[in-house]
């Protein structure tokens, strides 16, 4: 078997035992004798194994009955429009734009036409940082960042003050890397897509404080006059995209993506065994702190990300050129390293170090990239 050492953005790497179990259990299921994507979500055995990963997930968080766990499809994407249609009560939204994934966000909420103001932003210095303060306020109908950004390599090492409101997080490339304190954060959602850090493309881990999923009901037949104001959607949710009716139905209103929750599951056991996210961030630190070193210590790569705001899940770079830094992509292809080419937007290199990369992985990322210096620099 040849195993690649895979360095992309997302979709991404799994880990090889995720995938061995998946193998293992893909014509028989714990001895049932069916794969689980082959049988009802509304069956005892896919309900099961749901609420495990729901208490898994929970587990890993330290979650308590304030939250509920949501498996959305849809995509990243999905969450842009989903996040205002059900949170927005005619006041203001409040965003920090750190990158493409933020303008996006920006981009639906202006489409729904809510009423929103960008309170910080990096755009003038080609998103190389995360702003020292974002800006937000507590009157705010709910406060929106991106935690990780993907493209440019930058990521929040707190979360910012909200002074009460809720704070929406886009975790995408983070999820399951690091431990939150949902509560000390004011964290009203924090959503990610499977894909990054997490398993296969198909379903978004959705985490919502519950007090929220009863805004999309305010509208003019069960809210009072003075009230009115803060129906902006009134009963104009459709039934799928309201939080709510998936949090009531356990995320099973209609057929979720079973498949890709079940890799997601094993997933979320593998970080188990790891020892957790505690656990995890620490060898993400490792991995981030060696890669980092080499590119500072080098004079021929340089990191895109000011050094306060690095990600450790996606070191952005480059090396003196353009036709070096396909140079470099093609030759460590050769040397089965995949996924380095730098986002379109960006250019450049990249590479992603998300929980799946082992330490001994970027160690012969590091290695490969001191040769090609000492061949071309
Ligand atoms: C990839 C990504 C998205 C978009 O996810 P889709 O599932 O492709 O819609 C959103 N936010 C961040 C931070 C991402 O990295």
Redesign the pocket.
């Known amino acids: 078997m040849n195993r690649v050492l895979n360095f992309s953005?997302?979709p991404s790497g799994l880990p090889l035992s995720v995938l061995e179990r998946a193998r293992d259990e893909f014509l028989d299921y714990h001895g049932l004798g069916f794969n689980i994507m082959e049988v009802s979500h509304r069956g005892k055995v896919y309900e099961t194994m749901h609420n495990e990963i729901i208490a898994n997930i929970k587990g890993l968080y330290n979650l308590d009955d304030d939250y509920a766990v949501l498996f959305l499809q849809?995509?990243?994407?999905?969450?842009?429009a989903q996040v205002p249609l059900n949170l927005y009560i005619g006041g203001e939204a409040q965003y920090a734009n750190t990158?493409v994934?933020t303008k996006?966000a920006i981009k639906d909420a202006g489409i729904l036409g809510i009423n929103y103001r960008i309170t910080a932003s990096s755009e003038d210095s080609n998103f190389d940082h995360i702003p020292s303060d974002a800006g937000f306020s507590s009157d705010a109908d709910y406060c929106y960042i991106?935690?990780?950004?993907?493209?440019y390599g930058t990521q929040y090492k707190n979360l910012p003050n909200t002074h009460g409101a809720p704070l929406v997080v886009?975790?995408?490339?983070d999820l399951f890397s690091r431990e939150i304190d949902f509560k000390a954060k004011h964290i009203g959602v924090f959503w990610?897509?499977a894909?990054?850090n997490a398993g296969p493309?198909g379903v978004?881990v959705v985490i919502i404080r519950k007090d929220l999923l009863d805004r999309v009901e305010y509208n003019e037949e069960n809210t009072p006059a003075p009230m009115r104001h803060k129906a902006p959607f009134a009963s104009h949710v459709p039934t799928i995209l309201r939080y709510k009716v998936q949090a009531e139905a356990n995320s099973l209103a209609n057929t979720p993506p079973t498949y890709s929750i079940y890799l997601l599951g094993l997933v979320i056991e593998w970080i188990k065994e790891q020892g957790g996210l505690k656990a995890i961030n620490a060898i993400n630190e490792q991995k981030a702190e060696l890669l980092y070193k080499a590119i500072d210590e080098s004079s021929f790569f340089k990191a895109h990300a000011r050094a306060d705001s690095r990600s450790l899940m996606n070191v952005s770079f480059t090396s003196p050129s353009p036709e070096l830094d396909a140079l470099f992509v093609k030759e460590a292809e050769n040397e089965g390293m995949i996924g380095l080419k730098g986002h379109r937007l960006l250019g450049g290199l990249r590479a992603s170090i998300y929980n799946a990369v082992s330490l001994e992985n970027v160690k012969t990322l590091v290695s490969f990239m001191s040769e090609f210096e000492r061949k071309n620099g």
């Not at 849809?74 to 842009?80: D, S, V, W, Y």
């Not at 991106?146 to 493209?151: A, F, L, P, R, Y």
């Not at 886009?170 to 490339?173: F, T």
């Open positions: 953005a997302g849809g995509g990243g994407h999905m969450q842009f990158g994934w996006k991106c935690s990780n950004n993907t493209i886009d975790s995408s490339s990610g897509g894909q990054k493309a978004s």
